[in-house]
């Protein structure tokens, strides 16, 4: 005699075998396949094109039903997988892991999947509106989780007459929260900042609790509003100015002085500089900070301008000319062009926020620290508009009403 887990397991054991079987077989006549794949879609290429826009939005209506009938299938699929432990048997931390990694499926997919086929059994009602193809599968998933925050059948059905997102939106007001609930997304809470692979940029992810987010969100808001506009009446996108908030607000952090002349003296660095790669690419390639990042020639000239820094020269992985690090503008000479200018020069800014001076020509083109080549400059005109949208100042503009220009390159900074 067989228990209930050993015959399911023996039958999705022996479906498997046989799909594998017909794969293999299929594979054999592989070259004869891809060419009625090719064929197949590009007739389907052409029958599609000849359609109207209302059959088109009928036949994808009738393939959404197909998807939603075949996803409910899977959910029993793997609601059965869940009964036989199969997360567990190959080293899984969850079904959702399983699903994910077994079949080759976005953790997003697998998710919904495994939320479905917990969920199905117990409101057999929304089930079965998918199965008689009534609603879509991400429509009844809406719907269960609607119920399963607390909803009755009544607020349910009448969901249906918002958009999904608007259902979620009820079912995080019918949700209740308890304190188990709150002290598990605190003990859930995390930032996660990390470079890429070629560690060009860094990338950040992370969750806070309501009340922490919310407060986050507000002070993200507050600063970007002060950095809404780029010179030229560009617009950044929300997204955007939180990046630049989340920066101004860590130069903060790190710069406690009030003194005006010493205040944003950006930090002291190392950059180790591949002379060959370097010069034959004018510093695209080959320039790393001590600690890895890779960084190019905007990156350098905003270091040299701004912090103290020691270029480091290798050739064949050696260090062959070291120079001193030294404060790239004398403390002297950065407080008289303080006193001189009273505050960013730009036209028409009236913003005190970290003022910095900035080299009209950059010191990699052999520009000096001359007061006739620099000028007080905020945060945001020197490190957003000047050393990460690529503008420049016009050296023809007056020293109290500076123009910003394009770089000579014609190249256009990213909007």
Not at 3 to 28: F, P, Q
Not at 81 to 92: H, I
Not at 370 to 381: E, I, K, S, Y
Request: charged share 25%.
């Amino acid at each position: 005699m067989l228990d209930g887990r050993t015959g399911i397991a023996l039958v999705l054991g022996s479906r498997l075998s046989a799909l594998g079987s017909r794969l293999l077989s299929e594979s054999s006549r592989c070259d004869a396949a891809f060419c009625v794949t090719v064929a197949r879609y590009v007739v389907s290429m052409l029958f599609w094109s000849s359609r109207s826009l209302e059959e088109m939005a009928t036949d994808f209506e009738s393939l959404e039903a197909q998807i939603a009938d075949l996803r409910k299938q899977q959910s029993v699929i793997v609601n059965e997988l869940g009964k036989v432990d199969a997360a567990a048997s190959v080293g899984c931390r969850s079904m959702v892991e399983y699903v994910s990694s077994r079949f080759d499926v976005s953790r997003a997919t697998a998710s919904e999947l495994v939320f479905g086929a917990r969920w199905f059994k117990r409101y057999r009602w929304i089930e079965s509106r998918v199965v008689e193809g009534d609603v879509t599968f991400d429509r009844s998933l809406a719907m269960l989780r609607l119920a399963v925050a607390g909803a009755d059948r009544q607020v349910v059905e009448s969901s249906e007459s918002l958009d999904l997102a608007g259902v979620d939106r009820l079912a995080g007001r019918q949700r209740r929260v308890t304190r188990g609930d709150e002290y598990a997304v605190f003990a859930d809470r995390f930032v996660s900042i990390q470079p890429t692979l070629d560690e060009a940029s860094w990338h950040l992810t992370g969750r806070l609790p309501a009340v922490d987010g919310k407060i986050v969100e507000q002070a993200l808001h507050a600063r970007g509003d002060e950095l809404r506009r780029l010179p030229g009446s560009e617009t950044c996108t929300r997204a955007q100015r939180h990046a630049d908030s989340l920066v101004a607000m860590a130069h903060d952090s790190l710069d406690r002085t009030n003194d005006t002349a010493e205040a944003s003296c950006g930090s002291s660095v190392s950059v180790f500089v591949d002379l060959d790669e370097a010069n034959g690419t004018g510093g695209e390639r080959g320039a790393a900070l001590e600690y890895g990042p890779r960084v190019g020639p905007a990156a350098l000239e905003e270091l040299l301008c701004t912090g103290s820094v020691q270029i480091i020269g290798l050739d064949g992985g050696r260090p062959v000319a070291t120079s001193t690090a030294s404060r790239a503008i004398p403390t002297a000479i950065r407080r008289f062009v303080a006193h001189r200018d009273g505050g960013c020069v730009i036209a028409g800014c009236t913003s005190r926020y970290r003022l910095q001076p900035h080299h009209i020509q950059h010191r990699a083109d052999g520009g000096s620290h001359d007061p006739d080549n620099l000028a007080t400059l905020c945060w945001f005109h020197h490190h957003i508009a000047i050393h990460q949208n690529g503008l420049r100042i016009d050296p023809d503009s007056p020293p109290h009403r500076r123009r910003l220009l394009r770089q000579a390159t014609g190249t256009d900074p990213p909007g």
